[in-house]
């Protein structure tokens, strides 16, 4: 079965300079009532990069699974991932044209069926594109609960890049912890990215977004909302900041829940987030499952 669906556009952000940046409203978003999926149908989030430049895009992806459980498909806008096995890596797919999806360890394995892929493809007619991708079956928006609370932490990978007018830095990767506390009857939530380590000086210590909205599904940043990244000794970080000639920037957060443990609660929740400006670019990957 194929999917069709939107591209989560990234939304416009005027960075003015500032380090708490509100967001505007999103090009393209979804309606908050959906339709339940089928039991083999698969949602997610792909934060992207284009090979050799630094062209960053958060994307919405969907998929399926066969019968007997392995995956099927990825839908990655105008790109369908025609899974098959990877006989030399386990847990791996490759596709066409070099194509690939290959587990990402720490990750994986956190909550029940989500899979957090390495995601290579080149499209037929267009450039390669790599990144780190989160797919599970999503919990059906109908059950997903009207009131009530609740929290969730889990690993997050993190990736922030220096730019400039010359080539990009060297990518930083970092990992963290984030945790996210919903509350249902209000449908908003605020996801925080803690205790992050990595090889050399971490360029900030926190980040923490708030507004974020519970719609259908999913849990997605929605124009009312803002970021905000932190140094250890609480003083703002401008990371990705607007440049001397430009102050357009973009911020998008979009993650999906996935299980149910009764009462409409979801189990976990996982996706990624997108900052980016002239003089950076930060991304990470999440998966998190519930504290209560």
Known sequence: ???????????????CGLIACEEQPEAMA??????DPSKRDLGGSYVRRQ???????????????????????????????????????????????????????ALTGVADDVVAYDLTYRPRFGPLFQGKAVLGPPTPPSQIAASGAASFSGPVLLEAVRLGSDAPGPTQKLTGQ???????????????????????PLPFAQITWTGLRVCGARLVSTGQGAFQITAADGGRV??????????DGAATFDSRFFGTRGAG???????????????GALSAVFVANSEN
């Open 1 to 15: 079965m194929r999917h069709r669906f939107f591209v989560a556009v990234l939304a416009g952000l005027a960075l």
């Open 30 to 35: 979804d309606p908050c009532v959906q339709a």
């Open 51 to 105: 090979v050799d430049t630094p062209s960053y895009a958060l994307l919405k992806i969907a998929g399926d699974v066969r019968r007997n459980g392995r995956l099927s498909s990825i839908v990655i806008g105008d790109y369908t991932f025609d899974a098959r096995i990877d006989r030399e890596t386990e847990g791996a797919f490759t596709a066409a044209r070099g194509s690939s999806a290959v587990p990402v360890p």
């Open 178 to 200: 984030a945790r996210i506390v919903v509350q249902y009857g209000t449908r908003r939530a605020i996801a925080t990215i803690t205790d992050l380590a990595g090889d050399g």
């Open 238 to 247: 401008n990371f990705a900041g607007a440049s001397e000639t430009s102050s």
């Open 265 to 279: 609660l979801p189990t976990s929740v996982g996706g990624a987030l997108l900052i980016l400006g002239d003089t």
